[in-house]
């Protein structure tokens, strides 16, 4: 996935970093730091002497938002901007010791749908910032269609979210727009509500930030609130996505920046990153998700449109609940490269037999390649066969295959041989079976 | 343009990949086109001219380039680029063919280029009216007439498939392994496609479905079209615009792959980065459901798209298309080690550079040494004056005596009692930089002062911060007053047959200099002939960077070897004629110096 969301705090520590480029104009105190526990928040203050001098707001940066809905964000003790370091660091370590439920949806102030529970692990501590509500203002940019938009509005904060409509507006730049006209369509659009003192300054800040979303590969980029006072900026929230495939050209420019999993979602299993890894160190392609591992259905499937194909037939023909896997091989991997992404789908393929007692079904699937070598790639496969021919007849796997492509013909034959002398259950066809038809033969078994 | 390609398409190929362009220029022989498909290949960092290709049973070779404006101005022609950069140098390279030009479509292979700088390098080619194919596309076809690298695989597979000659079907899919696999089915439920597209699977290609499918409503070879989509993404809708609106008129028949999709929640990313649906118009059900509701021809399911596809096809009732001749690629393939592009000896008289011997050997041809020479090291005829100023240099250069270092060693070499070959070579193995060498020096140092508007006063303190003296100037003897005559004999033929001879001019103001600073600085034979072969060369036409590479590969050195070796030879065949005994040189002649070794 090219769009890889960044947490609050990596967010604000890239403008920080650029800040004189793009806000010359402006200053902004970056009096934020990112902590884990307690303890943590303690120890940075030895080094941040704001942390002890002045009061705090502290809240979970784990790329979801409505954290105020949410009852998690932390701004007053007994009342609204008296918490001290102390308060904060119990409050951290409190929300931070037992699973969390958080809500992505509301309406107003009350949760819909299921919330996600998880454990709450990092967390951004910064100063109190006294202002009022005419002080708070909006902006965001991302790519619409073929156009990057920026959106601006006079009222941050909430009130933005619910009254998008009336309250936002909306100016959008092909992607070849020079720097001259980005800056004179911001000054022509500044929103009629902004006050009449914070205009130009406004335009100003809007014209850097658009720039800086642009020149720092963003793909989402945005500020709701920050605070304009004369000169003077704070950046209360904030969200952002890169462009990671930018990565190479913004190796000083990102700094150390953290892809983090959602909130709520599984981290990956050592098998998926080691598959990551793999993909990371070659320039063929292998991709693994996995579903529900005690499924038994397991696909290897050469290429990025057949994987979806076979999954698409998997879920018509005996529906999502016995599919174990997505993934994909494909851009010519090497024979140890298709091994070792083989053996990792046989070995959890084969950690459990089938709750039911069926038998289990491993579809090596593919339509004709256009240059992977289809008997290279399967001499891994054998190999992989080789090592957990054992586990594999334990389990009762059957195993169906249907490739085409440059050496298709000698591929075919040397799997469906060495699984023979295996004695490992095979049917193998070519070109001439329709790519998904083994999807139906392996179910009508 | 209603057609992508035809069977006179030509590509620079970007990135010498050797199996893809093989693969072409297999397709090429098989379909029977007359010109290759790769015109020229674009390879920075390779130091060789050309690369060697089969073309059927026999060999070509596809002039390289260090770069795409040097491959463009070499091959006009060539309109399509087949851009094998990495996702790191996809975008300049694509961005630098946009400015220079003369590109009517432009493939990028490249998976993961920065979205910005597609999205960019998307809209430059949009706006000069450049379609792009990809990028993270393995490309397009033309059955018949072109095909974009690896697109259909083996040749076994494009034959097996009917890619090798145009049939009815106009096909557009996002992923690339999937072309091939409708490729296939279309050849198995239908009679084949007219062209077809994989448009490539990152989140911003250059020409999406609508773009392929308007062009191919205007292709009169397309009856019907096939669109394979994905999940993500709104195109599939401005192609039911464009149903609705009456821009496409032909049958289509689509599916959208991805219908999985909906099982998930969006954390898991099926297919390529483009195929993820942000909403539910972007599912592949939504999408399927609609085109189906637009009139579109959508199957239940991809498993059920052959069928479909049969059915439409069958509909339309059109005629059988007849199958060519084809020819067929050989099973093994020896490359052969050598290349000879200046004579051949396979037919009835051996010929130098295409001009029988028997043509240029006799005085009645009115040809020349010179003329032989600008056949079998130029492989050009050149003009009189040319050709007999090669042979009045090398006539010049013939010898200068027994006392120079060749000279003596071939005669010391001929008085050891060795043969006539052992004692020229040994005359000639002292040709280099001290003896002989002063020609391309001259040729060189002068050249490059000229080509950078140096005054003769800068050119010589630029030879001095060199520490080199200017070769070609400077004579034992001679001097203005007492001129060398070999000298003023090539000056005159020059001036009297050479058209201009700006080097020359050149030449004499720094003389001027130097023989004002002293007496013997004159331009020496030496240097009078490498600077007028350079003033030869300009006049006959080469590029100064042609030029160069004559002096840099030595040829000004081989007029001297030439020539001398004919002097050598007399001074061999002298000693033998003289029955000279073998020579010792004598010890009094040597200072001898000789301490005992240190221990260390």
Redesign the interface.
């Known amino acids: 996935?090219?769009?890889k969301a960044i947490r609050e705090y990596d967010a604000k520590s890239i403008l920080a970093r650029h800040w004189d480029k793009y806000f010359p104009d402006f200053t902004y105190s970056y009096e934020t730091v990112m902590v884990q526990n307690g303890a943590e928040l303690k120890e940075a203050a030895k080094e941040n002497s704001w942390l002890n001098e002045k009061t705090l707001v502290a809240k979970p940066d784990m790329l979801f938002g409505k954290r105020g809905k949410n009852g998690l964000v932390l701004f007053k003790d007994q009342k609204p901007g008296d918490v001290s370091l102390e308060k904060a660091a119990s409050w951290i370590d409190e929300k931070s010791s037992s699973k969390q439920e958080v809500f992505f949806a509301f309406d107003g102030d009350e949760p819909t749908g299921e919330p996600s529970i998880d454990m709450l692990t990092h967390f951004l501590v910064e100063p109190f910032m006294p202002h009022t509500q005419e002080e708070e203002y909006y902006v965001s940019a991302t790519?619409v269609g073929?156009n990057d938009v920026i959106y601006m509005s006079a009222e941050g904060g909430m009130e933005v979210e619910e009254g998008w409509d009336e309250k936002v507006t909306e100016v959008s730049f092909?992607?070849?727009a020079t720097e001259d006209e980005i800056a004179e369509a911001i000054r022509a659009n500044v929103p009629a509500d902004v006050a009449d003192a914070d205009k130009a300054n406004f335009a100003e800040f809007c014209i850097g930030f658009f720039k800086a979303y642009?020149e720092l590969?963003f793909?989402y980029l945005e500020i709701n609130p920050f605070v304009l006072q004369g000169n003077k900026v704070e950046l209360l929230d904030m969200v952002a996505k890169l462009?990671d495939?930018?990565g190479?050209?913004m190796v000083n420019e990102w700094g150390d920046v953290e892809y983090p999993t959602?909130f709520g979602?599984e981290n990956k299993s050592a098998e998926e990153e080691a598959v990551e890894l793999a993909d990371s160190k070659t320039g063929a392609?292998l991709?693994l998700?996995i579903?529900k591992p005690e499924a038994r259905i397991w696909t290897m499937v050469?290429?990025?449109?057949?994987?979806?194909?076979y999954?698409?037939?998997?879920?018509?023909m005996a529906g999502?609940d016995d599919?174990a896997n997505?993934g994909?091989y494909?851009g010519g991997p090497t024979t140890g490269e298709t091994k070792f992404y083989a053996e990792t789908l046989f070995d959890l393929m084969t950690r459990e037999k089938d709750a039911q007692g069926r038998g289990k079904v491993l579809i090596i699937g593919?339509?004709?390649?256009?240059?992977t070598d289809v008997a290279k790639t399967f001499t891994g496969i054998i190999q992989a066969f080789e090592n957990y021919q054992d586990k594999l007849k334990e389990v009762g796997v059957k195993i169906y295959v249907r490739r085409?492509?440059?050496?298709y013909e000698k591929g075919l034959k040397d799997i469906k041989e060495a699984a023979d002398r295996m004695g490992l259950y095979i049917e193998v066809y070519g070109?001439e079976t329709?790519?998904?038809?083994i999807v139906?033969m392996a179910l009508e078994k | 343009m209603d057609r992508l390609y035809t069977k006179e398409t030509q590509a620079i190929f970007w990135n010498n990949n050797k199996?893809?362009i093989q693969r072409m220029l297999d397709y090429d022989y098989t379909i029977k086109r007359e010109k290759p498909s790769v015109a020229a290949i674009v390879a920075p960092t390779s130091s060789n001219k050309f690369e060697k290709f089969f073309y059927g049973p026999d060999e070509v070779m596809i002039p390289l380039f260090k770069k795409t404006a040097e491959a463009k101005e070499a091959q006009p022609q060539a309109d399509v680029l087949l851009n094998f950069a990495s996702?790191?140098t996809a975008y300049e390279v694509t961005m630098e063919a946009l400015e220079i030009g003369g590109f009517s479509s432009m493939m990028i292979t490249a998976?993961?280029?920065?979205?910005?700088?597609a999205?960019?390098m998307n809209?430059?080619a949009r706006?000069k009216n450049v379609t792009v194919i990809g990028p993270a596309t393995?490309g397009a076809i033309t059955p018949g007439a072109f095909k974009v690298a690896?697109?259909?695989?083996?040749i076994t597979?494009i034959v097996?498939?009917k890619l090798h000659r145009a049939g009815s079907c106009g096909l557009v899919?996002?992923?690339?392994?999937?072309f091939?696999?409708l490729?296939?089915?279309i050849s198995i439920n239908a009679d084949g496609i007219a062209e077809g597209v994989a448009i490539g699977?990152?989140?911003?290609v250059g020409s999406v479905f609508i773009d392929n499918l308007l062009r191919m409503e205007k292709n009169p070879d397309v009856k019907y079209m096939i669109l394979?989509g994905?999940?993500g993404g709104t195109e599939e809708y401005k192609v039911i615009e464009a149903i609705k609106n009456g821009q496409i008129t032909k049958p289509v028949i689509a599916w959208c792959?991805?219908?999985?999709a909906k099982?998930?929640d969006s954390?898991?990313?099926?297919?390529?980065?483009g195929?993820?649906a942000n909403g539910e118009m972007e599912t592949?059900e939504y999408k399927n459901n609609a085109m189906k509701e637009a009139g579109i021809n959508v199957p239940d399911?991809?498993?059920d798209l052959?069928a479909m596809i049969n059915k439409v096809f069958t509909e339309l009732n059109l005629a059988k298309i007849p199958e060519p001749e084809m020819n067929t690629v050989p099973a093994s393939r020896r490359s052969k080690e050598f290349i000879c592009t200046i004579s051949d000896d396979r037919g009835e008289e051996c010929t130098y550079a295409g001009f029988p011997i028997s043509s240029v050997a006799t005085p009645a041809t009115g040809k020349g040494i010179g003329d032989v020479i600008s056949l079998l090291w130029f492989k050009k005829q050149y003009p009189k004056w040319a050709t007999e100023f090669i042979e009045t240099v090398i006539k010049t250069v013939a010898d200068h005596g027994p006392a120079v270092s060749g000279a003596h060693n071939a005669k010391v070499t001929a008085r050891a009692g060795k043969s006539v070959v052992e004692s020229l070579v040994t005359g000639l193995l002292t040709i280099g930089p001290r003896f002989g060498g002063a020609i391309d020096g001259a040729a060189e140092h002068f050249k490059y002062a000229d080509d950078n508007n140096l005054s003769p006063k800068e050119f010589l303190s630029h030879m001095k911060k060199q520490g080199i003296p200017i070769p070609g100037i400077g004579h034992r003897i001679k001097s203005l007053k007492n001129p060398d005559l070999r000298v003023t004999g090539l000056m005159n033929f020059a001036a009297e047959n050479f058209p201009a001879t700006p080097l020359l001019d050149y030449a004499r103001t720094v003389e001027a200099l130097t023989t004002s600073k002293k007496e013997n600085l004159i331009l020496n034979v030496d240097g009078t002939i490498g600077i007028l072969m350079v003033d030869m060369w300009r006049a006959l036409g080469y590029e100064e960077d042609e030029i160069n590479e004559f002096i840099a590969s030595g040829t000004l050195n081989a007029f001297f070897i030439v020539g001398r070796s004919i002097g050598f030879i007399g001074h061999v065949l002298d000693e033998k004629r003289l029955a000279m005994p073998m020579y010792r040189h004598p010890m009094d002649d040597i200072l001898y110096d000789v301490q005992q070794a240190e221990e260390i």
Do not use: W
């Open positions: 996935m090219a769009q790519c073929d092909p992607i070849t642009r590969n793909a462009d495939t930018a190479f050209m959602s979602m392609s991709k998700t579903l050469a290429g990025g449109g057949a994987s979806v194909v999954a698409d037939t998997i879920a018509d999502i599919l997505y994909e494909s593919g339509a004709i390649a256009n240059f085409g492509g440059p050496n070109p329709h790519v998904t038809d139906r | 199996t893809a996702f790191r998976e993961g280029i920065p979205e910005r700088l999205r960019k809209q430059t706006e393995v690896n697109i259909g695989g083996t597979n097996n498939s899919t996002r992923s690339g392994g999937l091939n696999e490729s296939n089915i699977g990152d989140r911003f394979l994905e999940v792959i991805g219908t999985i099982h998930y954390g898991v990313q099926f297919g390529h980065a195929a993820s592949a399911s991809f498993n052959p």
